[in-house]
Every structure is written in structure tokens, then in C-alpha cells.
């Protein structure tokens, strides 16, 4: 039997879908008996619950549930105090603590975790049966994003920023070993027998060294110091980053394809692109769970039409402002005609885009007295913000994302539907 673990907490109730969505995509490829394991808090309504439970079942698989609040009350409220007490760069919530729970709570030798993000597009069965020896743990090393890693160009960040402050500036972890804890292998035994020789707990010890140390990614973090030195890495395709390969293919002007590959879709927000090979994925396993219902369906019709008085708002807004401010637009040259015909623009209010400082005070020189708007139309527009923010300038009353309001074809996007699954 192959032993699967989820963990997380819902303060809102609509995240139970995510961990259902991944359960789905396993249950689709697999011919395994599997037991999952869903470890959460109070947070998990009844009716999610169930539903988790009507999915599993639907494949003559089994779920079993651990609420932590319920089955160690007094041990959960002095954890959460600790660790509401240590200093974090990102206030994460204390569910993403959950899976430390499972050598405590789950007693069977070995388990695959995965984060509710990951979608399996393979037999579970390969990552299973891989023999974990003597190493504690496995999991994908952060630098193999994507397969072929030796051929990526240096304008992809491989390693999405996540370890640089463990690794290049506390020196806790060599930058070799850090390694990805969102697809990982417990070896639960030898994990209970390392710690109860030191009297401790994995969750425990994690903790000790997030009061220790001001660490970004908490308990990603806190595996690699504890587990860096001795974790068995995974091949890449056991955890490939789907905005990291879709960057890499635009890159190379290669098409994406899908492969039997597990994917994570840390960093990136399905959308209703019906081109987008990895949104369809996504959204493939979520429709065949008992979260993609009517309610779910009147719940998207309301979100979009939210989205449409929005966005007349937003225009009504752009011409009010028009009328005071003359504007102008930051944008690659090959876009100028076509955004001089949407925005009626002038030339010399085209700027030619760029991330260079002449390029920054050219921007600076033209907003800083007051009466001009600037529309952006780059990638890096959140780069470009903090600057702006850092001159004096206020988002939304002297410069805005213009991408919101081109076509899709002209390399527009419409921010509100790339976050609309969560409505559902």
C-alpha cells in the first residue's frame, strides 16, 4: 500500500479544493492501493470533508484525517505559541507546520507528502518505489527546476529566490544541497529514531531553529538545515516548477507539452486560458472532483461580473483622469503602433522600455511634475512599481499596470481571472 500525506488549514473554507484537485490527479494515474493522510485543524468544515471523503472513495481508496486541535489540544496551543513568538519574513500561517506532525501521528514506515499545489501526471508508484536506503528523506534538489538544467540561460533565475538567504548569506545550507520540500519522501522510521535519540521532534527541532535564525521559506527552510546533508535528490521530473518551465519554453520559443512529469504550481495561479496546456491540466483533475459544482459554477458567473463592473469603473476612472494629465506609456518598441491606436498617443510620449537607470530617469524626469499618468506594458511591471513607489509616486493615481487593458493578443492580461478558481 503507498501512504500519501497532505497537511493545511483553511481559514476561509474555499482551500480544500487545491489538496483535492492533487488527490484527484493521483488517483486518475494510479493502479496502487493507496491510503491518503490529511492532517488539518478545525478550520476543515464537515462538508469539505466529506467531500474529500466522496472523492477518495469514488476510487476504492481511503482517507484518513488528523485533526491536530482535537487530538493534542494543549500540545498544538503551546506549538502555535512558539511559533507565533519567532521573528518571520513571510508571516506564513502555522498549518504549513502541519506535516512536521507526521512521524508523531502516522505510524507507518514511509510516506510521499505533497503540497496541495502539485498536480501527479504519472503512476505515484515510480516516486514510491524508489529505495530510500539510509538518507532520512528525499526530495528534488531547488537548482533542477527543469529538466535540461545545464542548458538553461542565465536570465532564468533557477533558483526562484528561495534559498539565497540560508544559503549565500546565513551560509546554514551549501547552495548543492538545498533542496525543494513540496514533493518529498519520509522515511518515518529512521526520522522517529534520529529524534527520540536526541529526546526531540521533528517539529520540535524545526521550530528550535526558526527561533534561531530569521529564515524566509519556514519550514522548507528548516527541513534543509536539519536534512540537507542527508537527503537522497530525486530526479527533476518528480517536481517540475510549471512557471519555470513555461518561461524556459517561451524563452526558446519552444511549445509546451505535457509529460509524465509531477508538477508544481508554486508561483503560479491557474487562469481560463483555454491555450494554456498547464491551466487545462489543472483544471482537467479539478472537474472530476465534487468541488466542481453548481455552486462553484454560479460562484464563477458572480466573480466575473464583478470583474466586468470593475473594469467599467477602472475606464471611467482612465478618462477622468485623461482630462487633467496628459498621458504616457512604457512599453518594447514593436508594441508603439498599436498602443498610439488604443491610447491615441503621441511620440514623444512613447517610451521605449527598458530596466536601465537612464531608462528609470527618463521615466522620472517626464512624471515628476505632476501632470502626466503613465501606462506600463512590461513583464517586469512590479519591479518598475517599487521604484516609482520609492519616488513618491501612488499607484493607481500616477501610473497603473496598463497590460490590464490591451487584448490578450497584444500581451494583455486580465488579473482578476487568473485568480477566479479561487471563487469557485
Known amino acids: 500500500m503507498i501512504h500519501i500525506l497532505y497537511g493545511m488549514t483553511d481559514l476561509n473554507g474555499k482551500f480544500a479544493k487545491y489538496p483535492a484537485t492533487s488527490i484527484c490527479s493521483v488517483l486518475e494515474n494510479s493502479r496502487s492501493e493507496i491510503q491518503f493522510h490529511f492532517i488539518h485543524d478545525s478550520t476543515l468544515t464537515d462538508s469539505n470533508r466529506q467531500k474529500l471523503i466522496e472523492l477518495v472513495s469514488k476510487y476504492d481508496q481511503s482517507i484518513q484525517f488528523y485533526n491536530v486541535e482535537k487530538i493534542f489540544p494543549a500540545r498544538i496551543e503551546s506549538l502555535k505559541n512558539r511559533y507565533d513568538r519567532i521573528p518571520k519574513m513571510i508571516n506564513w500561517a502555522f498549518g504549513a507546520l502541519y506535516r512536521l506532525l507526521a512521524p508523531e ?43 535540461n538544467v545545464d542548458k538553461i540561460p542565465p536570465e532564468i533565475d533557477l533558483f526562484n529566490s528561495n534559498p539565497k538567504k540560508i544559503c549565500d548569506e546565513l551560509k546554514l545550507v551549501k547552495r548543492e544541497n538545498y533542496f525543494a520540500s513540496d514533493v518529498m519522501i519520509y522515511n518515518l522510521n529512521l526520522i522517529r529514531r534520529i529524534f527520540s535519540e536526541e529526546n526531540t521532534t521533528l517539529i520540535d527541532s524545526s521550530l528550535e531553529v526558526l527561533s534561531k535564525f530569521p529564515l524566509q521559506y519556514i519550514d522548507q527552510d528548516a527541513l534543509n538545515f536539519l536534512f540537507s546533508e542527508t537527503c537522497l535528490h530525486l530526479p527533476t521530473r518528480f517536481n517540475v516548477f510549471v512557471d519555470q518551465i513555461k518561461r524556459f519554453n517561451e524563452f526558446n520559443n519552444l511549445e509546451s507539452k505535457l509529460e509524465p512529469w509531477i508538477y508544481h504550481f508554486s508561483g503560479y495561479v491557474q487562469n481560463f486560458d483555454r491555450t494554456n496546456i498547464f491551466s487545462r491540466l489543472w483544471f482537467e483533475y479539478f472537474s472530476k472532483t465534487p468541488f466542481f459544482d453548481s455552486d462553484s459554477i454560479f460562484n464563477l458567473a458572480e466573480h466575473f461580473q464583478n470583474l466586468i463592473d470593475y473594469e467599467r469603473k477602472k475606464t471611467q476612472w482612465i478618462f477622468k483622469i485623461s482630462k487633467s494629465m496628459k498621458i504616457i506609456a512604457f512599453a518594447n518598441r514593436e508594441k508603439f503602433a498599436d498602443l498610439k491606436r488604443f491610447f491615441y498617443l503621441e511620440d ?18 517626464l512624471m515628476r511634475h505632476g501632470d502626466k499618468f503613465l501606462l506600463v506594458f512590461v513583464s517586469y511591471y512590479e519591479s518598475l512599481r517599487d521604484f516609482l513607489i520609492q519616488c513618491g509616486f501612488k499607484e493607481n493615481e500616477h501610473f497603473i499596470d496598463g497590460r490590464h487593458m490591451i487584448p490578450r493578443e497584444q500581451d494583455g492580461i486580465l488579473e482578476p481571472d487568473r485568480v477566479a478558481i479561487y471563487y469557485m
Open 348 to 365: 514623444e510620449f512613447m517610451i521605449e522600455a527598458g530596466n536601465s537607470n537612464q531608462k528609470l530617469r527618463e521615466i522620472f524626469d
Open 105 to 147: 501521528l502516522i505510524d507507518v514506515p514511509k510516506i510521499i507528502y505533497f503540497d496541495t499545489d502539485i498536480i501527479v501526471n504519472l503512476d505515484v508508484a515510480e516516486l514510491w518505489n524508489i529505495d530510500l536506503g539510509n538518507f532520512p528523506i528525499a526530495a528534488k534538489s531547488e537548482i533542477d527546476s527543469i529538466p
